[in-house]
């Protein structure tokens, strides 16, 4: 047994246990967005430490070449911290969305008062640090090879798996039982490893284009199609029930694009002489959505759904978004070209807020990353995304150009396609790459997405 054990372990180099160490870790104690996360303290400087880790593999050259990955990475890098570079008063007095600031230096008489671009530099510094955990994980990831990229699939299937049997106690219990993780939290709702039940519903969804791709591999440790399949169907009765229960509309949405991945990812090699590379038995592409169906109709009848509850009342906090709607466009126009800051979104909405939205809650985020992005980074930060933007439809389009290869890694960056597809559907109504275990998740999602990992010849490698 213990020769055996060796010899798995040996299968795998160091940059992939540590890399499943670090994306556990991750996951463990990243589940919120907020800076004043008290987990952040193990979690910043572990970050750290892998991030370095990754970069002297790049230093030294063992990484593999990702140039427009790496170029993307290290433009947002620069960009956060040109955000930071002292500017004389001759240049920052005539940004757009200056003249408060100005006004307060006047009034306290400071003088000529040198300042970086954003208005809020301790929360762009936080930003910047932030980019540690998912850079760290890409680093290292270009480091492993197809047959370890892959074995990350399982990592991440049972990190959801714990998360979602973390729910099932959250919601067994007292609404605020000790198995909520966070101190600023949705009490009540199965938000599991997270602080939001939005990410943790999201988490949940992208598990199905994960087991759809597992379940179809051509060969692994459970060889039988069968078997994994019934193991994945086992997975989703908890999966599909606890979307709906959350409470996130977002999740529901989600769970509807991952629920369509089923049909372009069930799909095999089969020998020579058979015309169709689909699944040898169609049975469990028409048994999976039915059962889906299924669940979600008991759940309604239970009286559980209240992510459907949710989608079909009116609710003060729909209202609310859509009454800020109004200020956020103007608050862009505001600060663009240059933008307010990473991170300083919270503190400039202080000032744009409408009198008739004042509460004593605050509003964190703007639920919309693509306006705090525009509001926050201004024009760099919308030319950098138009760029990643681009690189993933390419990504998408040689995908679909050579899904008649159909093997392991082809539906595994099926997935990874997927995955990035359904964070960025969610990012225009919450903001899930701000929470680290899934910037992470989507780090790893991009890595599995890379034509490297299926190309036909001459294809060449993002």
């Known amino acids: ?86 500017l004389p008063p001759v240049l920052w007095t005539v940004l757009p969305g200056r003249n408060l600031l100005l006004q307060i230096d006047r009034a306290a008489a400071l003088g000529d008062v040198w300042r970086p671009l954003s208005l809020l530099p301790s929360a762009t510094w936080n930003s910047l640090y932030a980019l540690m955990a998912p850079i760290g994980v890409l680093l290292i990831g270009l480091r492993l090879n197809r047959h370890e990229r892959s074995a990350l699939l399982l990592l991440l299937i049972g990190l959801g798996s714990l998360s979602a049997v973390v729910a099932v106690f959250q919601i067994a219990g007292p609404v605020t039982g000790p198995f909520y993780l966070y101190r600023y939290t949705n009490y009540g709702s199965a938000v599991g490893l997270f602080a939001n039940r939005n990410h943790q519903a999201l988490l949940l969804a992208c598990m199905v284009p994960m087991l759809a791709a597992w379940t179809a591999r051509d060969h692994g440790v459970i060889a039988d199609l069968r078997l994994r399949a019934a193991i994945a169907i086992s997975i989703g009765v908890f999966l599909i029930p606890l979307i709906l229960v959350t409470g996130s509309r977002a999740g529901l949405v989600a769970l509807v694009m991952g629920l369509s991945s089923i049909p372009f990812l069930c799909t095999r090699n089969v020998p020579n002489g058979q015309d169709s590379p689909r699944l040898r038995s169609g049975f469990w592409m028409v048994a999976v959505p039915l059962l889906g169906f299924a669940l979600v109709a008991l759940t309604v009848m239970l009286g559980r759904a209240d992510a459907i509850d949710r989608l079909l009342e009116q609710h003060m906090e729909t209202d609310a978004r859509i009454a800020t709607l109004a200020p956020l466009i103007s608050m862009v126009l505001t600060y ?127």
């Open 1 to 86: 047994m213990s020769a055996s054990f060796h010899a798995i372990i040996g299968r795998y180099g160091r940059p992939f246990w540590a890399l499943c160490l670090f994306i556990t870790l991750v996951f463990l104690l990243g589940g919120g967005s907020r800076a004043n996360i008290e987990s952040l303290v193990i979690l910043r400087p572990v970050s750290a430490i892998m991030f370095g880790y990754g970069l002297w593999g790049l230093l030294a050259g063992r990484t593999e070449r990702a140039p427009f990955l790496l170029a993307l990475s290290l433009a947002t890098v620069i960009i956060s911290i040109a955000q930071l570079i002292p």
């Open 336 to 462: 663009f070209p240059a933008g307010s800051g990473f991170g300083s979104f919270p503190a400039v909405f202080l000032v744009a807020e409408p009198e008739q939205l004042l509460s004593l809650k605050t509003f964190g985020h703007a639920h919309n990353d693509l306006i705090e992005l525009a509001i926050t980074g201004g024009l760099p930060a919308l030319l950098l995304l138009l760029t990643a933007l681009v690189g993933f439809a390419h990504l998408v389009r040689q995908w679909f150009g050579t899904r008649m290869l159909a093997g392991d890694t082809h539906r595994l960056a099926g997935s990874g396609i997927w995955i990035v597809a359904m964070v960025l559907l969610a990012s225009l109504v919450d903001y899930p790459l701000r929470v680290p275990s899934l910037a992470c998740l989507a780090v790893v999602a991009i890595l599995w997405a890379r034509p490297g990992n299926y190309e036909a010849p001459g294809q060449k490698e993002l």
